[in-house]
């Protein structure tokens, strides 16, 4: 494992990972740029209620996501059934 710098608001944070120094580096970008969009609406809004309100925004982003990804393997299972009942 090691740490890997990113920087985000300004701010220094040391990630300690085995993942790639460029993936991780992005991850910050979009974490950064999350949070400015937060501040750029909201620019008297205290740190914590900022953080939270990107995880927030983040978080929405993945379950949407997810359930898109759940859509369309339901749709692959079905297209998949429908294919192998022509075969048989």
Request: aromatic content about 6%; charged content about 35%.
């Amino acid at each position: 494992m090691r740490s890997i710098e990113v920087q985000i608001l300004g701010q220094s944070y040391a990630i300690k990972t085995d993942e790639d120094e460029a993936y991780i580096k992005s991850l910050a970008r979009y974490v950064d740029e999350k949070l400015k969009e937060i501040y750029s609406v909201a620019p008297n809004i205290n740190q914590t209620k900022a953080t939270v309100m990107a995880a927030f925004g983040i978080a929405d982003e993945l379950f949407k996501l997810r359930l898109e990804q759940d859509d369309l393997d339901r749709m692959i299972e079905e297209k998949t059934r429908i294919l192998s009942g022509l075969l048989d």
